[in-house]
């Protein structure tokens, strides 16, 4: 008989109810388990088959992956070579996929950098240098703990070993690797994202000239979904790439995301400043505008826009949203029907944005809250697509 089909919420707190009962397991019975690798890397299999047949690949290895972590996290003397060895080769074994040791090798790297076995540590990170940047910043962490610990004393210059560390990070912005693939790791509290961003702060005052660390920066802020410190990063790379235009896009979408008016202002006048021929800063002055329901702003912004050619089309759709987020129903319905008649080519997204302003119009308090939101989104989200400002 096939096993019923459960809904992927459930299935997925199943596994989190696993993954909590074997933690703890291991964290009681600690001793045990080592003594044993061999029955109780095969008990976690058989329990992932039993329980959970149709598992994908992946996640069966996540699992396996995360008990291993479990494993040596709740180790707390220094664990010895021979048993690292030993977690790796039967947490290996019993998973799906006999490639890829880039996680376990993170693992058992850092437990060597707890207890101080930084030259072993980089034995394990070497191998995936590039996977995830996160491990070039580890390995470059290393080289650094160990310049201190040869170093107790300050210098005027920074020996061999730092200029290992230097040279890591400096590989690291020319490569550009990701920061999200080790999964095991992609939540925002942990110990290799803490040496990410010990290594990532020491290499702003490195090489103040190299953009590139603002970006990894950015880029990780946005995977751990911290705005705060987002914004703190773009205001720094703002002031000292002032022409970048990814860093003002960036600051611009930030603080709106922030709700911080006044700031978000200030990037497009520093846009402008920049880039006075382009359509990008005034497009974000008008969606602004839009935002904060002010009509005076709008139609200076958009003056320009039509001085700078703007695209006619887009700009009375535009003039529908602010009508719409300014919450006048007959307004909005005038100036979207001016909208359709300068798309032509458009109807089935014109006929899509034109159910939902009736949901704004004809729909009651809620749906038409919710259609506001849904107007602004879509019309904001074909507009940046027209005009390539993402690409």
């Known amino acids: 008989m096939e096993d019923a089909w459960q809904p992927g919420a459930l299935h997925n707190r199943r596994l989190e109810q696993l993954r909590a009962t074997m933690d703890d397991y291991i964290a009681k019975n600690t001793e045990q388990v080592k003594g044993n690798l061999p029955v109780f890397f095969g008990h976690v299999a058989a329990t992932l088959d039993k329980t959970f047949p149709e598992l994908d690949d992946r996640s069966y290895d996540d699992f396996v992956d995360a008990t291993a972590f479990a494993l040596l996290s709740a180790t707390r003397e220094p664990p010895a070579p021979e048993f690292l060895e030993k977690v790796l080769r039967h947490a290996m074994g019993n998973k799906r996929r006999r490639k890829g040791r880039a996680t376990l090798d993170v693992i058992v790297a850092l437990k060597l950098i707890d207890s101080g076995n930084y030259y072993q540590a980089i034995e394990y990170l070497a191998p995936h240098r590039g996977y995830d940047g996160r491990i070039n910043a580890a390995i470059a962490y290393c080289y650094y703990a160990l310049s201190l610990a040869k170093n107790q004393e300050s210098r005027l210059r920074p020996d061999d070993l730092e200029l290992h560390a230097r040279e890591e990070m400096l590989t690291l912005s020319r490569i550009r690797a990701p920061v999200n693939r080790l999964g095991l790791f992609n939540h925002k509290d942990n110990q290799l994202n803490s040496i990410f961003w010990f290594m990532l702060d020491l290499a702003f005052t490195w090489f103040p000239s190299e953009p590139e660390f603002y970006r990894m920066g950015v880029a990780w802020t946005k995977d751990e979904g911290d705005a705060e410190r987002r914004n703190y990063l773009l205001a720094h790379a703002t002031e000292r790439f002032s022409d970048d235009r990814f860093f003002l896009t960036e600051a611009f979408n930030t603080r709106v995301e922030l709700r911080n008016g006044s700031g978000a202002a200030a990037v497009v006048k520093q846009m402008m400043q920049q880039f006075p021929n382009d359509l990008e800063p005034l497009y974000y002055g008008m969606k602004l505008a839009i935002l904060g329901s002010q009509p005076k702003s709008y139609a200076n912004f958009r003056k320009l826009a039509i001085l700078k050619e703007f695209p006619r089309h887009l700009l009375l759709m535009l003039d529908a949203v602010f009508e719409v987020m300014c919450n006048h129903k007959m307004e909005s319905y005038v100036c979207f029907e001016?909208?359709?008649?300068?798309?032509?080519?458009?109807?089935?997204?014109?006929?899509?944005?034109?159910?939902?302003?009736?949901?704004?119009?004809?729909?009651?308090?809620?749906?038409?809250k919710r259609a506001r939101s849904t107007f602004f989104t879509s019309v904001d989200q074909y507009c940046m697509r027209v005009l390539k400002f993402r690409e």
């Open 338 to 368: 001016e909208a359709k008649k300068a798309s032509p080519g458009r109807e089935y997204y014109i006929m899509a944005l034109d159910y939902i302003l009736h949901d704004f119009i004809e729909g009651d308090e809620e749906r038409a």
